[in-house]
Nanobody, 124 residues
């Protein structure tokens, strides 16, 4: 079991930035899998927003393209989500998991299950 661990969330003002990190508590090899970040706004479903393939190709939801960047550090077995120009609608829990990056974000199936997530609150 992968047991993903997300961190880096917090309270930030609109227009601000945060960087989220994703690792595995069990040593699951994130660097050998396609990985995605999902966002769950309060009272809404969990949606895929950014995905990175094993060779570094990326795919983004329209809502975050140009503002968020997903990356990976294979040596650290960590996946990141750099979030810039944050908006109040970016508020919510953020999760990482394994998935397939092909197609639109709605087609990304979370093979690896869910961790606890990390809370991001964008508010003035």
């Amino acid at each position: 079991q992968a047991q993903f661990v997300e961190s880096g969330g917090g309270l930030v003002k609109p227009g601000g930035s945060l960087t989220l990190s994703c690792t595995s508590a069990t040593g699951f090899p994130l660097n050998s899998n396609e990985m995605a970040w999902f966002h769950q706004a309060p009272g809404k479903d969990r949606d895929g927003i950014a995905c990175i393939s094993k060779n570094g190709l990326t795919n983004y939801a329209d809502s975050v393209r140009g503002r968020f960047t997903i990356s990976r550090d294979n040596a650290k077995n960590t996946v990141y989500l750099q979030m810039n120009s944050l908006k109040p609608e970016d508020t919510g829990l953020y999760y990482c998991t394994t998935t397939g990056c092909a197609g639109r974000p709605g087609a990304w199936f979370p093979f690896g299950g869910w961790g606890q997530g990390t809370q991001v609150t964008v508010s003035s």
